[in-house]
């Protein structure tokens, strides 16, 4: 097996990305001490999220493949993997943005609130202005996917730094947080300059690794969370990030709720088989029996699980997952609170048991 230093060259190991529920930046490097090891070219991260998995084996010099369901995860991963012009090209465009003038437009009238404002907003008006004429002003330069993709990203980090809000949009702060007061500034993002042949997807998973084959898959599926008090609309990323579906569309949609949901996260419509709260009739968790099915029909030599304290898998499923498609590698343990990480034996007390916030990841060579 190789080495870090000898295959690859991780002087820079920065990502960049939104406040994500289900960011996975603490354990980076982790991620790239397991896989630095692995005689591997082709990697598939099969659920991005704010992509920084992405990045990362992007840097790394992967040939990499990233997917997800999401409009705004799409757009973040073809601003750093597929961007191949200049910061310097890509400066002038941002400084274009900066210099628009905010107006009051559809932003503003569901999203940005003042001190007379009775309903909690996500941002300041002064920023929603902006966002609304910034946001006009992407659509009538006629830019080309990759770079209005660019342009996007710039946008939704500048907007995630001045918002009022926990990390997600579900809720907002009743006061104002410190952040919201200051002025909404795009900046280029860290654009990933490498030799890689990249492929960015948005779709069903199970559609993506059909006829496509991986000498590693990187899963970070939802899990679904074990408060069996959470209502579902609760833990569903497109409920808590549907923001960025409308920054990304512009397309005004019909919208519901105290905090002006788009009508498409309804439950009903948005609903993920990741994120399935419900047990079937034989008493297990529909979630994790997808997560069996993908595993299996995956075409990949390795197969790299994450799994977080407070899911719904059990030591018993995440087993079975792995002993019938193949056999555990690695198993690893990471405690931030104590700042611990350790190989993990499978004896080891389970992590729902404890109420510790942990995360995990599973090494698996397929059959």
Known sequence: MKTVSAQHNLSDTRTEGIKYAGSKLKIIPQIIDVVSE??????????????????????????????????????????????????????????????????????????????????????????SMKLDGIREEIDKLGLNDIDKSVALTSLILALDSVDSTLGHYVSYLADWSPRSYNDLKLSVPKIIQSNGNH???????????????????????????????????????????????TVILNDQPKIFGKVNRREDTRDKVAASVFEEFRKDDDGKFIAMKSIGELVRKINARYVLLSYSSGGRATKEELVSIINENGKLIKAIEIDFKHNVMANMRWTNDWINSDNKHLEYLFLMEKN
């Open 38 to 127: 692995l005689e591997i070219t082709n990697v598939l991260d099969g659920f991005s999220g704010s992509t920084r998995v992405s990045q990362i084996f992007a840097r790394m010099g992967y040939n990499t493949t990233s997917s997800d369901i999401s409009y705004w995860s799409e757009t973040l991963a073809k601003c750093y993997l597929l961007a191949d012009k200049s910061t310097a090209h890509y400066q002038e465009l941002i400084a274009h943005l900066n210099d628009v003038k905010g107006i009051e437009g559809w932003f503003s009238a569901y999203y940005g609130g003042d001190s007379t404002c009775t309903e909690k907003r996500p941002f300041q008006l002064k920023n």
């Open 199 to 245: 492929e960015v997807l948005r779709g069903d998973i199970f559609l993506t690794v059909e006829n496509r084959s991986f000498d590693l898959a990187y899963l970070d599926p939802p899990y679904g969370s074990n408060n069996e008090k959470m209502p579902p609309s609760r833990v569903r990323y497109a409920s808590y990030y549907h923001i960025w579906k």
